[in-house]
Structures are given as C-alpha cells and as structure tokens.
C-alpha cells in the first residue's frame, strides 16, 4: 500500500505562494496517478490537479488553471503542486491522494475522487491578509 505525506502548508498573503509536496513511500510502482484535492470549511472536497504516472499528462482544474503547477521527482518519489497568485478562496486542507495504476485514465484526469484510493493526512493553506 502507499503512504502519502503532504508538507509546506502555511499561512500566506493574497498573492502570494506556496509549494506543496507528498511523499510516496510503499508500493509506488502500483499507482497510476495522484490527485491533489481540497477542502475548505463548510464546502465539500474538490480535486484541484492531478498527474497521470502513465502518461505523465497534467489537469487542473478551472479555478486553478495559470496559477498552480503540479510536478513530480521520480527520484524522490514526490509530487509537488506549486500555488502561485493565491487568493483567500484558496484556504482549505489540501490533501494528496493516489489512484491504483488500474485507474482509467479518464478518472485520473476528471479527478474522480472514488477513484483515489490511498489518501495523505492533509495540510492546512491559509491566505489571509
């Protein structure tokens, strides 16, 4: 099984930005893709971007597209999701979470929550001025 852990949360200014980062440590080669999702107070979880390990295609979604970027290091076996021009709608426990390599592509790609089976514990962004 895989084992997520989210990083670099924090507290930032409208505007400004931050990394994140989840660490994947188990059985990595068994997962085809990973999600990076939200959820701010009072409001159902949303998926924000995701990266498909097969093709290495790229999605986000509209409320995000032009300012997040998500990344991989093979290596390091961590995905990252860069939030840059943040706004205080972004404030929210983002989480990570990945999807078997059996996943269909398309799930990976609409964020399909049903389809992330392993999840991290979550990391708290905050934009306030």
């Known amino acids: 099984q895989v084992r997520l852990v989210e990083s670099g949360g924090g507290l930032v200014q409208p505007g400004g930005s931050l990394r994140l980062s989840c660490a994947a440590s188990g059985f990595t080669s068994a997962y085809g893709g990973i999600g990076w999702f939200r959820q701010a107070p009072g409001k159902e979880r949303e998926g924000v971007s995701s990266?498909?390990?097969?093709?290495?295609?790229?999605h986000y979604a509209d409320s995000v597209k032009g300012r997040f970027t998500i990344s991989r290091d093979i290596a390091k076996n961590t995905v990252y999701l860069q939030m840059n021009s943040l706004k205080p709608e972004a404030t929210a426990v983002y989480y990570c979470?990945?999807?078997?390599?059996?996943?269909?592509?398309?799930?990976?790609?609409?964020?399909?929550?049903?389809?992330?089976?392993?999840w991290g514990q979550g990391a708290q962004v905050t934009v306030t001025s």
């Open positions: 990266i498909s390990v097969r093709d290495g295609k790229m």
């Open positions: 979470a990945a999807a078997t390599d059996a996943t269909p592509l398309l799930h990976i790609a609409n964020m399909r929550m049903r389809s992330y089976e392993c």
